[in-house]
């Protein structure tokens, strides 16, 4: 009997080689990962070192408790717990100190050109030994990791800020910051800073109202700061050098005011501000008003001012409320708008 010839075999589907193929695949995948985090997480620890060492050489405190890597596998992170920083005492920020329960340093994947620095819980800013404590829900700033970055740069955005004690905070629903600081060349700025503030709630009872719907600054520095002397006679150096300060926009909506200035100040012989600037103003008789009752105004200047607010008051092109127009100086320490004298300033103690 003749035997049928048997039909070579078919190599059959072996699923646990493709599945120990993949499982190899990700192990790898995985391997690659955690030696990639750890090396941003070390270059993200030896930067820190490196920017703290810097700032010390220039005179700053800079202090924490031991730092402590985290964020995989999503980001790279050091925390620093109990950071404190402190600029030195003759320099720009002379006096002014930050401190923070938790300081967490963190470079995402998506972004390595950026650095985002979070603090979380009770903080303190502290100048001329002043204290105001303040505590956010979301308090973050991303500072430009790139070669060609403007230096000193940071943008700051916080969340549900509270300023102050407890039973007398201010909060702030929302703010930025944006500040750009560096060694100018010749009429360029030194430090730039523009802030907004939108939803200010006061802990006191004011006759324009508890609630500041926005507020923003627009400011720049001009002439770059000496360094390496006293306080006073780095003002005097940056003064003869011609420097000064640019109120470039200010504005305020609070309640039934609407207000804007612009301005350009310096240091007169005294090294008090001197300056001078416009101010416009939708609502002024109700400004008027908050500032008598508040006691910020005498009343022989707010009943002038009641008097003169409808002749000066103008249509508002835009459809608006009328508004005012006044030019504003400050000069021996009074702040006077259309040569009515508003306030009486404090002397500024450049030995303090």
């Known amino acids: 009997m003749t035997r049928k010839p048997q039909a070579p075999r078919r190599r059959g589907y072996r699923p646990g080689r493709l599945l120990l193929g993949l499982a190899l695949l990700l192990a790898l995948l995985g ?3 955690a030696m990639l985090w750890r090396l941003a997480a070390e270059r993200l620890e030896q930067g820190f070192q490196r920017w703290a060492e810097l700032r010390r050489a220039q005179g700053w405190q800079v202090t924490h408790a031991p730092p402590q890597r985290g964020g995989w596998p999503l980001s790279a992170s050091l925390t620093l717990p109990g950071f404190r920083l402190a600029a030195p005492p003759g320099g720009l920020f002379g006096g002014l100190a930050w401190q923070a329960a938790t300081v967490r340093l963190r470079i ?5 050109r950026t650095l985002q620095v979070e603090a979380r819980g009770p903080q303190r800013l502290i100048a001329d030994s002043r204290e105001l404590p303040f505590v956010a829900d979301r308090l973050s700033a991303a500072l430009p990791l790139a070669e060609n970055a ?4 940071a943008r700051i955005m916080a969340h549900q800020l509270r300023l102050g004690p407890p039973a007398g905070a201010v909060t702030v629903t929302e703010a930025e910051a944006t500040l750009n600081g560096g060694s ?14 939108n939803g200010v709630t006061l802990p006191w009872a004011l006759p324009l109202g508890r609630q500041v719907e926005a507020a923003s600054l627009e400011m720049a520095l001009m002439g770059a700061l000496p360094g390496g002397q006293a306080p006073t006679r780095r003002a005097a150096a940056w003064r003869d050098a011609g420097g000064s300060l640019e109120l470039r926009a200010l504005t305020l909506h609070w309640g039934e005011v609407a207000a804007s200035a612009a301005a350009t100040l310096a240091l007169d012989a005294a090294l008090q501000p001197t300056g001078a600037g416009t101010l416009r103003v939708a609502g002024a008789a109700q400004g008027l008003e908050a500032l008598s009752e508040a006691g910020l105004l005498p009343a022989r200047t707010a009943s002038l001012g009641r ?5 000066m008051a103008r249509p508002d092109p835009a459809g608006g409320p009328p508004q005012i127009e006044v030019p504003l100086t400050l000069e021996d320490r009074t702040l006077a708008a259309a040569r009515i004298p508003l306030l009486r300033l404090p002397t500024i103690d450049w030995a303090r």
Not at 108 to 112: R, S, T, V
Not at 307 to 311: G, H, W
């Open 150 to 153: 403007p230096p000193d740069s």
């Open 108 to 112: 995402l994947p998506a972004d390595l």
């Open 307 to 311: 008097s003169l607010v409808p002749l």
């Open 184 to 197: 100018p060349a010749e009429g360029d700025a030194s430090l730039t800073l523009a802030l907004t503030l």
């Open 31 to 33: 391997a690659g990962h």
